[in-house]
């Protein structure tokens, strides 16, 4: 089983920045593929960024440019560096944990790009 709390979200203006967290509990974090996804309000969820074990990264196209998504696998952490921010980059935002076939998932933290 693995844990994860993200934290880092808030309300920003246009064109502002924020920086997410996501701490993972287990010691095979280092294996793990960490991503970000967002969900706004009457739409899906999506994919925003992903980072393998090796730190090869992919991103939305929406965010690409904007956003950087990076890991310390010494603090078990993943962050998601937003800058340039959009009103149509606010949504919750969730982390997620590939391991062993299965996925794991964060309770989301709330992102809200407005002036």
């Known amino acids: 089983q693995v844990q994860l709390v993200e934290s880092g979200g808030g309300l920003v203006q246009p064109g502002g920045s924020l920086r997410l967290s996501c701490a993972a509990s287990?010691?095979?974090?280092?294996?793990?593929?960490m991503g970000w996804y967002r969900q706004a309000p009457g739409k899906q969820r999506e994919l925003v960024a992903i980072i393998t074990s090796r730190g090869t990264t992919n991103y939305a196209d929406s965010v690409k440019g904007r956003f950087t998504i990076s890991r310390d696998n010494s603090k078990n952490t993943v962050y998601l560096q937003m800058n340039s921010l959009k009103p149509e980059d606010t949504a919750v935002y969730y982390c997620k944990a590939r391991w062993s076939s299965v996925d794991y998932w964060g309770q989301g933290t709330q992102v809200t790009v407005s002036s």
């Open positions: 287990g010691s095979m974090f280092r294996m793990y593929v």
